[in-house]
């Protein structure tokens, strides 16, 4: 059972990086050419190459944010229904056990109640890891400022294993949820 969680988490982890940087970028790019357009096209030298990288590694930077939470909605589809480890995880309809029936192809209007109760659960577990991430740094890192090490780069980091704890809890704790043998 392990292992699915870890294969599950491995899948999801890999979607959600490579998600976040192609949603990001794409982004960025957008802005990026509204602003060389807006400018009036000036010729492209080394001087304006180096602009618009800046522009766009800026923008990269703010819209990353948003495009992580873009690929954690989204993301959160692909769980379900693939095979791994001969498990499988599959989303029911309904929380009544009169009328619940297996969703065969999940779609996101499916996962908005499922989603929101996940969110929360990787809220709460990154924020647990912060605390207790700050708690260690407070004692073992002599720095005037305890937060040196905090970045989005870390943050992220504590997402992806707090996604890990997320999968094991939120398969036994959400009754619209359910693991099977495949």
Request: glycine content about 4%.
């Amino acid at each position: 059972m392990s292992k699915f969680y870890f294969l599950l988490w491995l899948h999801w982890a890999f979607r959600l990086s490579i998600s976040t940087f192609i949603y990001g970028s794409f982004f960025a790019i957008l802005i990026t050419l509204f602003l060389y357009i807006k400018q009036g096209l000036p010729t492209l030298t080394a001087e304006v190459y180096t602009a618009l990288f800046d522009i766009w590694s800026f923008w990269f930077l703010i819209l990353g944010n948003i495009a992580l939470l873009l690929a954690l909605f989204r993301g959160m589809k692909y769980i379900f229904n693939t095979c791994h480890n001969s498990y499988v995880l599959e989303l029911f309809s309904c929380e009544n056990e009169e009328s619940k029936e297996l969703i065969e192809s999940v779609g996101y209007g499916d996962l908005v109640k499922v989603w929101r109760k996940w969110f929360m659960l990787l809220i709460w577990i990154t924020g647990a890891q912060m605390v207790i991430a700050l708690a260690l740094s407070a004692i073992f890192i002599s720095n005037e400022s305890i937060f040196t090490w905090f970045n989005i780069y870390s943050l992220y980091g504590f997402i992806l294993v707090a996604g890990y704890l997320s999968f094991i809890i939120f398969s036994a704790k959400c009754k619209r949820v359910r693991i099977k043998k495949c």
